[in-house]
């Protein structure tokens, strides 16, 4: 069952919106006042999605949100009166995944959470490709720098030099970029 925190400084709103949570199949984790100490909340209690209503989300709140993001990111889903621009797109670097303006029906929770949720999925998802490419191109400049390194030092081409890392590499059982590594490393001492 998806549990989900709910932070609201009004105990009457958040009575609601625990009754359309569980009217959704959804369970409440836990009702907070304030986002204070959010990053500490959401690992005690490891909430699958995180549900704010507030007139407007103040400064600390996203900044709170942002943190706990870095750390532990999950769906966000934020139910406000605040429709600026500024405000918007500041919540949605903080993390947002659903900023729903004009209130909170119960019987569009599920839906909205739903929404919150895939788009989350989707953008973990092309963080974790972004900084799998961001690696590739890492690992590629040094495998070149390193392959520099040894044409230089011993007079081999391009491809001697390639083929004696990926050999090395094998021989040792580690990755191509690890002996890239190690060979810069080793030509600083040398050189």
Known sequence: MLTVLVIDESRSRAGEICAGLALAGYQVAAILAGSENLTAEVEKLQPDVILID????????????????????????????????????????????????DGLDPKRIKPIVEVA?????????????????SQKLSDRKLVDKAKGVLMKARGLDEDAAYHAMRKLAMERGQTLAKVARDVIDMARVLL
């Open 117 to 133: 949720r895939a788009r989350f999925e989707d953008t973990q998802a092309l963080r974790r490709e972004l900084d799998e490419m």
């Open 54 to 101: 507030t007139d407007s989300p103040s400064r600390d709140t996203l900044e709170n949100l942002a943190a706990m993001h870095r750390d532990m990111p999950r769906p966000v889903v934020v139910f406000t009166q605040e429709d600026g621009q500024s405000t918007i797109r500041d919540a949605v670097r903080a993390g947002v995944s659903a900023y729903v303006v």
